[in-house]
């Protein structure tokens, strides 16, 4: 049983930036596939960013390229989304996610979920 537990949202206005963070339980996370996910208010769940285990790929949403960044910290047990020029579009619940197989893709199945935390971005 993997547990994850996602803080750092809160309101900001356009253009500003925020750090999401995600502590996990385990005693095997390097080895964990990790990624964010995101729901906006009537939307279905999107993806948003994924890390390979070792970190040495990541994948992201075009609507988010270039602005977001994801990262691991394998010493801190802890997955982060750095979103830059946040947009209201980008206003939703995140979630963090992880796959035991430590591959992280946008389209695969995965093991855990977090209960998220919301992003608000005002115009």
């Known amino acids: 049983q993997v547990q994850l537990v996602e803080s750092g949202g809160g309101l900001v206005q356009t253009g500003a930036s925020l750090r999401l963070s995600c502590a996990a339980s385990g005693r095997t996370f390097s080895s964990y596939g990790m990624a964010w996910f995101r729901q906006a208010p009537g939307k279905e769940r999107e993806f948003a960013a994924a890390?390979?285990?070792?970190?040495?790929?990541?994948y992201y949403a075009d609507s988010v390229k270039g602005r977001f960044t994801i990262a691991k910290d394998n010493a801190k047990n802890t997955l982060y989304l750095q979103m830059n020029d946040l947009k209201p579009e980008d206003t939703a619940v995140y979630y963090c996610a992880v796959a035991l197989s430590g591959w992280a893709t946008p389209t695969m199945k995965y093991d855990y979920w977090g209960q998220g935390t919301q992003v608000t971005v005002s115009s």
């Open positions: 890390i390979t285990w070792s970190g040495g790929i990541t």
